[in-house]
């Protein structure tokens, strides 16, 4: 009887050993190249699986050719093995031929019970997993692990860890089961250590370093994310070396070789160029060639910026072909083409350039799409096209548009309009696909201070409420010392015409405060009910008119028990307020008021975007005239203006704004004698934080202090010594008619880290001053004794006691000294007024806005560089909510 098996088993990790052994063959069986003989024993007469436990013998029996009444040959029992192999359900395989009789003997590979992730931190699971491709309840096999941790590791390598490492581990588990497990050493992220550059004689390393997103790992450069290594980076800033290059007039210049070195401890590389600068050229002739009937070549050539003689900058070429486009486009040539045809002198050192415009046919807007938007309304968006179906085509009015979806706020930063080809060649389809975030805001917060007591703030806000571009919101806020509650609405456009209407309810409860030795202490309670309305209606494309009209009730009173007296003693609790002890400009703004408003805005605005700005400019004009009916009668008059654009393609954005305002009586309530101003304490303006940084709320303009003295002796002579101070200052900002506020700041763009959590510094100066206020009735205060049942209160005297060792200072009511000479009065405070000034009070210094998952944030540290007497500075500011 003669027996044949053949066999395979994993050696090490991959390596397939097919072992053959014969027993008991004839001589010319064993030849290598002999032909099987077709004997009884050769044929085979049955094939039997053996070790299966999920595989059923006939699946196992479909995977191979060899089949019942073949003849039995060596390579056909490798071809089996082969076939069973190429499964990967397998482990083992082994197959015996028992004179005719085939047994399959297999060892299933195991099922995978579940995938685990080991060390893994900067590369969250969720990141991870979708690269696997494995999953719980498949097959295991060596292959697809050895692809899994390929994908893997090139994932740490996208995120320029080239150290990473990830080894496969299994654990074996019951019923042939196992868990993967991946075991992570993700390793440090490589830096770039150094970039060489061969060949540049032009220009030093540095300034070319300076062209490129790369950037050398440095201390100066830890918050930049061009420091990692990305391949793809390298490719870019090879595309910048040439635009660099060809902007200073170097036509002919290339970049040789661009080589990335990993150095042997896999933590950084060095990049090396190797670049040809060649020769710098001069512009020649430059002219425009037009074939269109509405632009006149010599036209056209004396308005290009590029002059014959001038050096040689590629990008005046792109920026007049895309003038050139624009131009085209505006008066309807949607699809004219631009071709600039190069004619180089290399002996001359000049590049001549044609632009030639090619023949094209005026178009028109064959349609609008709109795709993406599942909420808001097509006509939302639509109503902000400022062209309609069947309209000339105009590329201006088409970036009009863009710059309007886009200031909705509705819809992604990075929307255009895109411009696809119409069912005819004079014809244009403007597609806008949108994606819409999150339009509703709602914040609640809830805290506890040791001035506040508890405080609770809620605020829900819809801007684009049931889908219709409308906006609904309500605020509530409490604590122990201000409370508020507010609804309001807006509808853009009323009726689906460009109207818009909006209102207000509200009612504010607010004690206004003061602090002395670190006490709060509030000055005056003012609560306020009413509402306003608003409508507004476009007069142009830029320019906005809207009109209000609103109506506040106001009453503002005094805790009687701390600043009311009883001058005459006949009643049982105090009557008046008494100015000694709240001053005289907190008297006389007590009372109830009814105001009623009647005011205007006229506003041009050719920003790119209302919420962040990038370009264009704004000029508004607003006045409120108080007197229709009520109680209170002024007219109040402010002007605002800003500027944005960007200094350089890099994300720089430069704004410059300035704003004033003032206010005028039309009611005559005091006089300078009196101390009394004819706009209320209510009604001024204030200046302070977060209006000027650098400074404390209110902490700018007109204020009265109230300075208290302790008693000393100087010289044997008692003094009053004053509480210089400041939080032992009682300070009372009281505002002034007139002020003015200018601000210049510089947005500086961050990596693409930063940018994606939201982080926007800025670098800033602030200048403005609030002025013109009637000087209060100042006040300096004697101490007096207290009153008995048989003593009235009298004023307090200092005097000195020698009778012991060391002179003491004593008080007396005695107003004059033994030898006739008048005593020192004991004072108990004095009441000084400061800060009435035009002169600017200017601050410098940089800021941070972060829109964190919990609302915008603004951080602010500034240090004031003029300022007045009496004003109060704030080095570090911190806002929860500022729009920006």
């Not at 868990?179 to 992570?184: H, K, L, S, T, Y």
């Not at 309001?488 to 509200?506: C, H, K, V, W």
């Not at 939080?727 to 210049?744: N, W």
Request: net charge neutral; charged share 25%; proline share 4%.
């Amino acid at each position: 009887m003669s027996k044949t098996s053949v066999s395979a088993k994993w050696i090490g990790a991959s390596m397939l050993a097919v072992m053959v052994s014969l027993t008991a063959m004839p001589a010319a069986a064993q030849t290598a190249d002999a032909p099987a003989a077709a004997t009884q024993e050769n044929v085979i007469r049955s094939i039997s699986v053996t070790g299966t436990q999920r595989l059923e013998a006939d699946t196992v029996r479909s995977y191979i050719r060899l089949r019942t009444g073949q003849v039995w040959t060596q390579a056909a029992g490798d071809q089996a093995l082969k076939d069973l192999y190429a499964t990967e359900l397998f482990a083992d395989v082994s197959i015996r031929n028992n004179a005719g009789d085939v047994t399959i003997e297999v060892r299933e590979n195991p099922v995978i019970n579940r995938i685990i992730l080991e060390g893994n931190k900067r590369i969250k699971n969720d990141k991870i997993e979708p690269e696997i491709k494995l999953a719980p309840r498949q097959i295991y096999s060596r292959s697809k692990v050895r692809a899994d941790v390929a994908r893997i590791v090139e994932l740490y390598k996208r995120q320029g860890r080239f150290a990473a490492q990830v080894e496969p581990k299994l654990v074996q588990l019951d019923q042939n089961r196992v868990d993967i497990v991946f075991e992570i050493t993700e390793g440090p992220k490589s830096k770039v250590r150094q970039i060489n550059i061969i060949g540049n004689e032009k220009f030093s390393d540095g300034k070319l370093r300076g062209e490129m997103v790369t950037k050398q790992a440095r201390l100066t450069s830890i918050f930049s994310s061009g420091t990692s290594y990305d391949p793809d980076r390298l490719a870019f800033d090879q595309q910048k070396l040439r635009q660099f290059y060809l902007t200073e007039g170097y036509a002919d210049f290339r970049v040789v070789s661009a080589v990335a070195e990993l150095t042997p401890d896999k933590k950084d590389f060095i990049i090396t160029y190797v670049v040809e600068e060649g020769e710098r050229y001069k512009f020649g002739e430059v002219k425009v060639n037009s074939k269109i009937r509405d632009f006149k070549s010599e036209a056209l050539t004396a308005n290009l910026r590029m002059k014959q003689g001038d050096w040689y900058n590629a990008k005046q070429v792109e920026d007049t072909v895309e003038g050139l486009q624009e131009s085209a486009g505006l008066f309807g040539y949607a699809f004219a083409e631009v071709n600039p045809q190069f004619n180089r002198d290399k002996d001359a050192l000049t590049m001549s350039i044609t632009f030639d415009i090619a023949e094209a046919e005026r178009v028109f807007v064959e349609r609008i799409d709109i795709n993406g938007n599942t909420i808001t309304q097509d006509k939302v968006i639509r109503r902000e096209f400022r062209l309609n179906e069947g309209d000339a085509f105009n590329s201006i009015q088409v970036k009009r548009t863009t710059d309007r979806i886009k200031s909705l706020g509705y819809f992604q930063e990075d929307l255009e309009v895109e411009q696809e080809q119409g069912s005819a060649p004079d014809r244009i389809v403007l597609t806008t696909n949108v994606e819409e975030k999150a339009t509703g805001e709602l914040s609640l917060s809830a805290g506890f201070s040791s001035i506040e007591n508890f405080i609770f703030q809620g605020s829900i806000t819809q801007r684009n409420f049931r889908g219709k571009g409308q906006e609904l919101r309500t605020n509530i806020s409490y604590s122990s010392y201000s409370k508020s509650a507010e609804i309001g609405f807006t509808e853009p456009y009323l009726f689906d015409r460009s109207i818009a209407l909006s209102g207000d309810i509200f009612r504010r409860d607010l004690s206004s405060f003061n602090f002395f030795n670190n006490d709060r202490n509030t000055t005056y309670e003012q609560a306020t009910t009413g509402f306003q309305i608003r409508t507004g209606v476009p007069v142009t494309e830029f320019l906005y008119f809207q009109a209000r009209y609103g109506i506040s009730y106001d009453d503002i009173s005094l805790d009687r028990s701390l600043f009311f007296s009883d001058p005459d003693g006949t009643g049982p609790l105090p009557s008046s307020c008494d100015p000694i002890l709240a001053g005289r400009f907190l008297c006389e703004a007590i009372g109830k008021r009814l105001t009623s408003t009647l005011g205007y805005t006229l506003l041009y605005d050719t920003r790119d975007n209302r919420l962040r700005p990038t370009r264009g400019h704004s000029l508004s004009i607003s006045q409120d005239f108080a007197g229709l009916g009520g109680d209170v009668k002024y007219i109040r008059t402010s002007l605002n203006a800003d500027k944005h654009f960007k200094v350089t393609d890099s994300g720089f954005v430069f704004s410059v704004s300035a704003e004033g305002g003032y206010i005028h009586p039309l009611e005559n309530r005091g006089s300078v004698a009196s101390g009394i101003d004819d706009i209320r304490l209510t009604d001024r303006f204030y200046l302070g934080e977060p209006q000027i940084r650098g400074f404390d709320i209110r902490g700018v303009g007109p204020r009265v202090q109230r300075i208290f003295f302790d008693g000393a002796i100087e010289n044997g002579v008692p003094i009053n010594v004053p509480r210089l101070d400041r939080k032992q200052i009682q300070d009372d900002a009281i505002g002034g008619r007139a002020y003015y506020l200018a601000r210049a700041e510089l947005q500086i763009p961050l990596g693409s880290g930063a940018k994606e959590l939201g982080l926007r510094p800025s670098v800033f100066v602030d200048a403005g001053a609030v002025f013109k206020v009637t000087t209060p009735i100042l006040q300096t205060v004697q101490q007096r004794s207290a009153a008995t049942a048989t003593t009235p209160s009298q004023p307090l005297y200092y005097t000195v006691n020698t009778s012991g060792t060391t002179p003491t200072l004593e008080t007396t009511t005695v107003a004059t000294n033994p030898d006739g000479s008048a005593r020192v009065p004991v004072l108990q405070f004095e009441e000084r007024f400061f800060g009435d000034s035009w002169k600017p009070r200017v601050s410098v210094g940089f800021g941070v806005n972060w829109n964190s998952p919990f609302g915008p944030f603004r951080i602010d540290i500034a240090r004031a560089l003029l300022k007045e007497p009496g004003d109060d500075t704030k080095l570090f500011t911190f806002n929860v909510g500022t729009q920006f």
